[in-house]
C-alpha cells in the first residue's frame, strides 16, 4: 500500500512512518518541513497522489482550547478534502481513550477532530489510545527546575511504538469507525512514571479534576492491550 502519515516528523509520527515501512508500505511524509502544509493545503494534492491511507497524528502543544480546536479543525477539513480530490480509501485518526469523559479545552477539540472525521467524506477509523509512557518524560522536560509538578492522573500507559503498530495496522484494513481502543498492560499513577525518571527530583502531586483522577482516563470497556510495560519502556529508554 502507498499511506500517508499526516505529522510524521514528529516522535509518535516517525515511529508511525518507521513501523509502515517495516511493514512493506510506501510512505509519504507529510509536514511542513517536506513542503506539505496542512493549514493551508500547500503541496497536499501532490503529496496524496496515489495514496491509498492516511493516518492522522498531527498534534498542536497549547492549553488552549480555542487554539487547539481551530487547529484540529483548519487541518482535518483542509486534510479530508485532499483526500476526497485524490480519491484516498482510508482516514485513520490517532485521539485519546476517555476525550469523551474529560471536561477540557484541548480533549473538546480532539473530539471536534473526531467528528470531522467521522462525519467526512473519507471512510474513517479513530483509534482511541491511553496516555503514553513517553509523557512522563515530557512532562519532566516541560517544567524547569528541581521540583516537578504532576497533574494526579490515573492512567494506563501505552508505549507509542505499541500505538504506531496498531496505527498502521488499522490503516491496512477497512474503515471501522470508532476502534477498540488501546491501552497499555497496566494501571499506573502518573506521579509514579515521573518518580521512577525522575532521579532524585521532588515530585509533587496536584488536583488534575475528578475525571482525571478517578479514572476517566482508562478504557471503559473492551480494549487491545499494548505489550510494552513503563518499566521495560525506561529500560529499553
Not at 476525550?99 to 477532530?113: E, F, M, N
Amino acid at each position: 500500500m502507498r499511506m500517508a502519515v499526516a505529522g510524521g516528523t514528529g516522535w509518535v509520527g516517525k515511529l508511525v512512518v518507521e513501523r509502515a515501512r517495516a511493514a512493506g508500505h510506501e510512505v509519504v511524509v507529510i509536514s511542513r518541513s517536506n513542503g506539505v502544509d496542512l493549514t493551508t493545503g500547500a503541496g497536499l494534492d501532490e503529496a496524496l497522489r496515489g495514496v491509498d491511507a492516511v493516518i492522522d497524528v498531527t498534534n498542536i502543544e497549547t492549553l488552549s482550547g480555542k487554539t487547539a480546536g481551530a487547529f484540529f479543525e483548519t487541518a482535518t477539513r483542509t486534510l479530508l478534502a485532499a483526500e476526497e480530490r485524490s480519491l484516498v480509501r482510508h482516514h485513520v485518526v490517532l485521539s485519546i481513550v476517555g476525550v469523551d469523559r474529560v471536561d477540557s479545552g484541548y480533549y473538546a477539540a480532539k473530539r471536534l477532530q473526531e467528528k470531522l472525521a467521522l462525519d467526512g467524506p473519507i471512510p474513517a477509523t479513530v483509534l482511541r489510545a491511553t496516555q503514553f509512557h513517553e509523557f512522563a518524560a515530557q512532562m519532566l522536560e516541560r517544567v524547569p527546575g528541581p521540583v516537578k509538578i504532576v497533574p494526579s492522573m490515573l492512567t494506563r500507559p501505552v508505549a507509542a511504538a505499541d500505538v504506531a503498530t496498531e496505527l498502521v495496522r488499522l490503516a491496512e484494513g477497512p474503515a471501522q469507525g470508532l476502534a477498540t481502543d488501546l491501552a497499555g498492560p497496566e494501571v499506573l499513577k502518573m506521579s509514579a512514571m515521573v518518580r521512577r525518571l525522575a532521579k532524585g527530583k521532588l515530585v509533587l502531586t496536584v488536583p488534575a479534576g475528578r475525571a482525571m483522577a478517578g479514572g476517566g482516563l482508562l478504557p471503559a470497556g473492551d480494549f487491545h492491550r499494548g505489550e510494552i510495560t513503563f518499566d521495560e519502556w525506561v529500560a529499553a529508554r
